[in-house]
Every structure is written in structure tokens, then in C-alpha cells.
């Protein structure tokens, strides 16, 4: 699914998180939102997500406007920095969590199980579910989160860092596994990162961000040869 953001502001007490931000992401397309800490890429993926509203302007999921839509209408995934998951229930009913609380149309048990073994396959967790968060490494968890977010079958995948408390190794592991699942379910994908390396090896282009604003908008290899401005620069340096 296509996503367009149009015109976009957003403040915190007096503070522009936001400053009339616009761009447009492609269905199927893997954005990665680059940027040093305090230059809005967390709130603009919480504005698509529906979690913070806009000041202004608006947002487009195909042809339709979601700007005020609540998260869970929105028909989105969305993976946390800090895993999010309930440390009470195994992997399976953690996975399980957001189809179990569907009102309308709730799938059977047979087929919230089937749906489980299919994203434990997905996410390589064969044989874990019965085990807690706790029981987990690090990666594990992440990948746990991953499935739960993929649970309802989103057309959107929202992520905020969700590498980062993870050491080197796993993380590359892990984005190599997100992009396979990415590319294999179809989906479109906005990541939030800080790291550079982790933009340009997971990206199909890449939004950097700076003081609430798009500095540029383009494919790695384009940021890469050619900077559009001072700050872009001296960022990848």
C-alpha cells in the first residue's frame, strides 16, 4: 500500500518536532527515516501509525485519508524498540494476542494456531512457542515482536530501532530476516534508525531527517553520490 504525507507539523510544547514535512513511499517500498536523535523521524512514524495526530496537514494510506484514523484501524503492524511483549504469556499467545482480542470476525482457535506456526516458521522460531520472553535471547524477543506484528496480516509494517539494544551480530542477522520477510510478504515498510550502515543495507531509499525536516529523499546509492545539502554531508561522514 501506498503512503503520502502531506504538508505535515507536529510540536511539543512550543518545540517544532515536525515542520511541514511531505513525502511519498511506493507500495512494496522499504523506507528506512535516517537521522540524529530530536530530528522527528520517531514522531513522524508515530503520526503514520496513528499514535500522535498532525498540527497540520495530512495522511494518505492508498486513496484514503487516515490522518485521523485510530491505530487499530489503520491496518498496520508496528514493531518497538524495547520488544513490548508480555512477559506473563508464552510466544504462541503473544503472537496470538492480536487476533484473540478481534470482536468482529475473530478467527477460530484452529486457525490462530495454524496463523502462529506459520509466523514462527516465518520469523525461524520453530519449536519456541511454548517457552516465555524471558526463556529468550535478546534476538528472540525481537523476532517474537516481529511475528506479533504480522499476526493480523498488515499491509503496512511500521519499526522504531527495533535493533537497537541488540549487539552487532544480531542485528545484522535480524535485517537480513526483515528484509527477506519484507520482500516476501509484499509489504511496505518504514524503519527508524539512527545508523547509517543499517539505512543503506536495508532501504530501498532512505528520508533523512534534520531539525523537522527532509533534508533528502532517495535511494542510498543517489544520497551516497550525491548530498543535497551541508547537513547530509557532514551526517555520512
Known sequence: MSIRVDGVSKSFSAYPALNDVSLTMRDGEFVALLGPSGSGKTTLLRILA????????????????????????????????H????????????????????????????????????????????GLGKRYPSQLSGGQRQRVALARALARKPRILLLDEPFGALDAKVRRELRLALRQIHDELGLTSIFVTHDQEEAFALADR?????????????????VAAKPASEFVTSFLE
Do not use: C
Open 50 to 81: 496513528g499514535l500522535e495526530v498532525p498540527e497540520a496537514g495530512k495522511v494518505w494510506f492508498g486513496k484514503r485519508d487516515v490522518t485521523k484514523d485510530k491505530p487499530a484501524s489503520r491496518g498496520i503492524g508496528f514493531v518497538f524498540q
Open 83 to 126: 520488544y513490548a511483549l508480555f512477559g506473563h504469556m508464552t510466544v504462541e499467545k503473544n503472537i496470538a494476542f492480536g487476533l484473540d482480542v478481534i470482536r468482529r470476525d475473530r478467527p477460530s482457535k484452529r486457525d490462530i494456531g495454524r496463523r502462529v506456526e506459520q509466523l514462527l516458521e516465518l520469523v525461524q522460531l520453530q
Open 206 to 222: 532512505v528520508a533523512l531527517l534534520n531539525a523537522g525536516r527532509i533534508e533528502q529523499f532517495a535511494t542510498p546509492a543517489e
